[in-house]
T-cell receptor, first 111, second 112 residues
Framework: SQQGEEDPQALSIQEGENATMNCSYKTSINNLQWYRQNSGRGLVHLILIRSNEREKHSGRLRVTLDTSKKSSSLLITASRAADTASYFCATKETGANNLFFGTGTRLTVIP | DAMVIQNPRYQVTQFGKPVTLSCSQTLNHNVMYWYQQKSSQAPKLLFHYYDKDFNNEADTPDNFQSRRPNTSFCFLDIRSPGLGDAAMYLC???????????FGPGTRLTVT
């Protein structure tokens, strides 16, 4: 399977704490993307990091990419109840036309 | 606002009765995708169009077909829905293959 693996599958934290989610993949990539999905809704693109980048920030989001370990992490700082959602990584593999989505992490932020 | 629109949001169909889901976009993107997503799973790509070029995933059942009559619209046809086809169907667009994708809100399909 080309699907990425995300870890943990589920994460529950208190509001104000930081949340870290990890994504591992198997092949070489052009880019890696993170998406959020609220329950029963479509996915929303959060951030894209290219294979030649190591870290990227967007507001309270910080993404790192380690191509030698074939892994990425998404850090959400100062979490809010509204951050409760599922988070998916998706990879654009070299030579492939489309994205391959990971299995997702279900984040619950407790007010 | 530029967006991806899916209709209907909820669709109930009977076992074996053909159903069509629709998607439209105002982003003028070249690529349109259809995904199937079952509960607590990752979205599964069914097929995509790059402009008029149709690309079917190898494991997409023949029961699923798609049409893209113009840049803005794309349809998913399920010829004979089975109980296993009950899922959320997500339409997405992107400017190019591999670039960020913009998703519609999805259509939840129930098969009775």
């Amino acid at each position: 399977s080309q699907q990425g693996e995300e870890d943990p599958q589920a994460l529950s934290i208190q509001e104000g704490e930081n949340a870290t989610m990890n994504c591992s993949y198997k092949t070489s990539i052009n880019n890696l993307q993170w998406y959020r999905q609220n329950s029963g809704r479509g996915l929303v693109h959060l951030i894209l990091i290219r294979s030649n980048e190591r870290e990227k920030h967007s507001g309270r989001l910080r993404v790192t990419l380690d191509t030698s370990k074939k892994s990425s992490s998404l850090l959400i700082t100062a979490s809010r109840a509204a951050d409760t959602a599922s988070y998916f990584c998706a990879t654009k593999e070299t030579g492939a036309n489309n994205l391959f989505f990971g299995t997702g992490t279900r984040l619950t932020v407790i007010p | 606002d530029a967006m991806v629109i899916q209709n209907p949001r909820y669709q109930v169909t009977q076992f074996g009765k053909p159903v069509t889901l629709s998607c439209s976009q105002t982003l003028n993107h070249n690529v349109m995708y259809w995904y199937q997503q079952k509960s607590s799973q990752a979205p599964k790509l069914l097929f995509h169009y790059y402009d008029k070029d149709f690309n079917n995933e190898a494991d997409t059942p023949d029961n699923f077909q798609s049409r893209r009559p113009n840049t803005s619209f794309c349809f998913l046809d399920i010829r004979s829905p089975g109980l296993g086809d009950a899922a959320m169907y997500l339409c997405a667009t992107s400017r190019d293959r591999g670039s960020e994708q913009y998703f519609g809100p999805g259509t939840r399909l129930t098969v009775t």
